[in-house]
Every structure is written in structure tokens, then in C-alpha cells.
């Protein structure tokens, strides 16, 4: 019996063992972050129920980039958002009629499908923050969690 579970080498397998249980809890407890995907605000990207991971080790050596979709800590440790980054530290952002303007130039955005007619007055971001928003605008800008968020909220880049 102790062959059929061990192998011909207990120590080697027991080793073995160990080794992927310690690179499981480091992968999937500091580097990939599962996130289930809950509601319709980044249709098509991604839909309602979708299991994704937040890959950290992508923004440990540079900082998020227009158009990167991140999971953002908003209440507590266990709240993720997923949304996609559409303007910059210290740029100015406004939206006209659906259309993101930044630094005076309509940001193309081949991802957004659905979009209502959003107007959002001008301001510019802080030197820490990001302005981040689903990719489904079909819905009336008040029913749709998205603004500004600090670097340090910002988990992870979306894997898939």
C-alpha cells in the first residue's frame, strides 16, 4: 500500500508534495488573486459570474497604464472592483456624450460597445490617482460605480 501512494521514493514524493503545496500558497495567496466577476459593468470583457485572477506581480515593477482592466480595493479586504483604467495621474479628464476626453483628445476605446450619453464637468487627477470605469456605458452614469481611485487600492492587471 505505502508503494501505491508513495512510489518507489517516499522522500522524493513527500518532497514533491511539499514543494507544490508551498508554490500554491505563495502563487495563489501573494501573486494571483481569484476574483469572481459579479454584475454587468465590464460586458462584453467579461460577464456576470466569470472567475478571473488579479495578477499583482504585474504592477510590481511599473505602474498601471491606460487600458489596463484592474481589480481595485474599495470596502474591505474581501470587495474587489474590476474596471478599466482610462485616465492617468495629473491628466485631465472629462466625459462629453459618451466620449472620454483626456488633455483635450477623445480617447479611443474599441472595448466599450454599449454607451449612453455620459457628460462629466472637467478635473484633473491627483498624483496618485486614476480614473477608472467599466467598459458597459449602457446605463445611466448614476447607476454606475466608477471615478477615482489612489495607486495604493490598485491590486492587480486582470490575467485574462
Same mark, same amino acid.
Given at each position: 500500500?505505502?508503494?501505491?501512494?508513495?512510489?518507489?521514493?517516499?522522500?522524493?514524493?513527500?518532497?514533491?508534495?511539499?514543494?507544490?503545496?508551498?508554490?500554491?500558497?505563495?502563487?495563489?495567496?501573494?501573486?494571483?488573486?481569484?476574483? #469572481?466577476?459579479?454584475?454587468?459593468?465590464?460586458?462584453?470583457?467579461?460577464?456576470?459570474?466569470?472567475?478571473?485572477?488579479?495578477? #499583482?506581480?504585474?504592477?510590481?515593477?511599473?505602474?498601471?497604464?491606460?487600458?489596463?482592466?484592474?481589480?481595485?480595493?474599495?470596502?474591505?479586504?474581501?470587495?474587489?472592483?474590476?474596471? #478599466?483604467?482610462?485616465?492617468?495621474?495629473?491628466?485631465?479628464?472629462?466625459?462629453?456624450?459618451?466620449?472620454?476626453?483626456?488633455?483635450?483628445?477623445?480617447?479611443?476605446?474599441?472595448?466599450?460597445?454599449?454607451?449612453?450619453?455620459?457628460?462629466?464637468?472637467?478635473?484633473?487627477?491627483?498624483?496618485?490617482?486614476?480614473?477608472?470605469?467599466?467598459?458597459?456605458?449602457?446605463?445611466?452614469?448614476?447607476?454606475?460605480?466608477?471615478?477615482?481611485?489612489?495607486?495604493? #487600492?490598485?491590486?492587480?492587471?486582470?490575467?485574462?
Amino acid at each position: 500500500m505505502k508503494r501505491l501512494l508513495f512510489g518507489s521514493n517516499a522522500r522524493l514524493s513527500l518532497l514533491r508534495a511539499a514543494v507544490l503545496v508551498v508554490t500554491a500558497v505563495v502563487v495563489f495567496g501573494y501573486v494571483l488573486l481569484p476574483v #469572481r466577476l459579479q454584475g454587468i459593468s465590464m460586458l462584453p470583457t467579461y460577464r456576470d459570474g466569470m472567475l478571473n485572477f488579479a495578477n #499583482r506581480a504585474a504592477l510590481w515593477w511599473r505602474e498601471p497604464a491606460r487600458g489596463d482592466v484592474v481589480a481595485i480595493r474599495m470596502a474591505g479586504p474581501r470587495v474587489l472592483y474590476v474596471k #478599466r483604467i482610462v485616465g492617468l495621474p495629473r491628466e485631465r479628464v472629462e466625459i462629453a456624450m459618451g466620449v472620454v476626453i483626456v488633455d483635450s483628445v477623445p480617447l479611443i476605446e474599441p472595448t466599450v460597445v454599449y454607451k449612453a450619453p455620459w457628460n462629466l464637468p472637467a478635473f484633473t487627477l491627483g498624483d496618485d490617482e486614476y480614473l477608472v470605469i467599466g467598459d458597459n456605458r449602457v446605463m445611466a452614469m448614476e447607476n454606475h460605480d466608477f471615478g477615482r481611485a489612489t495607486r495604493d #487600492r490598485i491590486v492587480g492587471k486582470m490575467l485574462f
